[in-house]
């Protein structure tokens, strides 16, 4: 039994982590129907830029996230402006390929000044854990933990309560009637990818600690943050938590009771199943064939 229920407590703390590496994704995907491919890149590159702080200055990495989702805000504002604004409005397909690209760029630019080497942040808890009963709890994953749980509570608040949260709700889901009462489509799109590319840079500092990382690694993530989205459903928010959580759990079960190298088959096998059974995932709309066809 303590070993379930230590697999499960393990499970929903990095869980909570994936949600927030994913609600950025499915944030720009909700308002601006964007595939952020190069998501996994920004993880890789803040992960890089924590690592560097917390070897040259001694900052706590999780702490780090305080420096690195600000400059993630303004560099995602300003490459919605620069960059991505110019296939607004084109298929999805386009924003893929050109994300993609992006996450290409920034691999090489990584190579080049990082070096393509594991890496990975140690501070002084790295090995230590809280001891709650037979639990055992790695600090690492539960000030990780911690930390996105306050900033996914945040952007709850902005989403829920504040004229812009409304904003970009009102952009997801009726682009024409948010225009109509005033709501600016590029500038909210701008803000929405701004924010998304701040939960990355949380989620990067998060990621130095949790795991070793290379430039290339944004390609295994990339996949699990779209399997999430797409198992929660394209756009949706408490979706992408319930996906992540799904994962969480999948990754430690099958890692305590098989092999860890099967935690991802199992899965993907998760989300082949689910899709099967409800195409647009567990929490996105079904779209009717004759809105489609208007």
Do not use: C
């Not at 949600?19 to 950025?24: E, K, N, T, Y």
């Not at 129907?33 to 990495?61: E, K, Y």
């Not at 799904?246 to 991802?264: M, N």
């Amino acid at each position: 039994m303590a070993q379930l229920i230590q697999a499960l407590v393990l499970g929903l703390l990095i869980g909570g982590v994936y949600a927030l590496m994913a609600s950025g994704l499915t944030l720009i995907f909700g308002v601006m129907h964007i595939i952020n491919i190069a998501q996994g890149a920004f993880l890789i590159v803040v992960a890089t830029f924590t690592w560097w702080l917390w070897r040259d200055t001694g900052i706590d990495p999780i702490l780090a996230s305080a420096v690195t989702a600000p400059l993630m805000f303004g560099l995602g504002w300003l490459l919605y402006r620069l960059v991505i604004s110019r296939i607004r409005g084109q298929s999805p397909s386009m924003s893929v390929l050109l994300t993609f690209g992006i996450a290409l760029v920034l691999e090489g630019i990584l190579n080049v000044v990082a070096g393509n080497k594991f890496k990975s942040a140690t501070p002084s808890y790295f090995a230590d854990s809280f001891a709650v009963g037979p639990v055992h709890l790695p600090k690492t994953q539960v000030y990780g933990f911690l930390a996105a749980v306050v900033v996914l509570a945040g952007l709850y608040v902005v989403l829920t309560y504040t004229w812009t949260g409304r904003a970009i709700r009102a952009m997801s889901q009726n682009p024409s009637a948010a225009a109509l009462v005033g709501v600016s489509p590029a500038g909210t799109a701008a803000l929405a990818f701004a924010l998304g590319s701040a939960s990355a840079g949380v989620g990067g500092s998060i990621l130095s600690v949790l795991y070793p990382f290379f430039p290339a690694s944004h390609f295994d993530w990339i996949s699990r943050l779209l399997g999430i989205v797409v198992l929660g459903g394209m756009g949706s928010l408490p979706g992408a938590l319930v996906g992540a959580l799904a994962l969480g759990l999948a990754e430690t079960l099958t890692a305590t009771y098989a092999s860890l190298r099967w935690s991802t088959l199992v899965f993907y096998l998760v989300i082949m199943v689910v899709l099967l059974l409800r195409p647009e995932g567990l929490f996105g709309a079904r779209l009717r064939e004759d809105g489609v066809a208007a």
